[in-house]
């Protein structure tokens, strides 16, 4: 059996606060639009802009997820902009809080990361986490994705192999 409606009036602070919060989620939205818009246009700083101001916002509004994907988006832009240690961290921030979400987009941020640490000259950190895409996606039906991960650490330990 269903439950009742609840017949209790929502007060004035619940429809404000309720009002508040849309708002700020449809500003979320548009910078990341923007952010979006600007990409295509490969203005990397504009770009950066608006994924930084939606980052911020979807993160006063807790959402864990969208707040990671900007994240995902400014890694992208500072690698772009060659900006490559900052890129590693926010890569690295978004990645952290898709901890616990075994996700195909978590896998790829796990290559943009590795992407990106390979460019800095770090082979071993590449490595650890293209093979971390690779457990990622195993199993997820991912198959495109899951090869370009296992290609990218065989080209890693081959260029760690000639090193030794």
């Known amino acids: 059996m269903e439950a009742p ?8 602070r619940e429809s404000m606060d309720d009002l508040l919060f849309t708002l700020k989620h449809v500003r979320a939205v548009k910078a990341a639009n923007a952010g979006m818009e600007h990409l295509g246009k490969d203005d990397w700083p504009r770009a950066l802009d608006g994924f930084r101001e939606a980052e911020e916002l979807f993160d006063e509004l807790g959402d864990r997820v969208q707040r990671s994907n900007m994240l995902s988006m400014q890694g992208l832009c500072l690698f772009a902009l060659d900006k490559l240690d900052e890129a590693a961290e926010v890569m690295r921030r978004a990645i952290d809080l898709k901890d616990g979400l075994q996700s195909e987009d978590k896998a790829n941020d796990l290559l943009g990361y590795g992407e990106i640490l390979l460019k800095k000259g770090d082979l071993d950190g590449a490595l650890a986490a293209f093979e971390e895409s690779v457990v990622v996606l195993e199993g997820k039906g991912h198959e495109q ?6 290609i990218a650490a065989a080209k890693v330990k081959k260029l760690l192999d000639q090193r030794h």
């Open 5 to 12: 409606p609840s017949i209790r009036k929502v007060s004035r």
């Open 145 to 150: 994705e899951l090869e370009s991960a296992k």
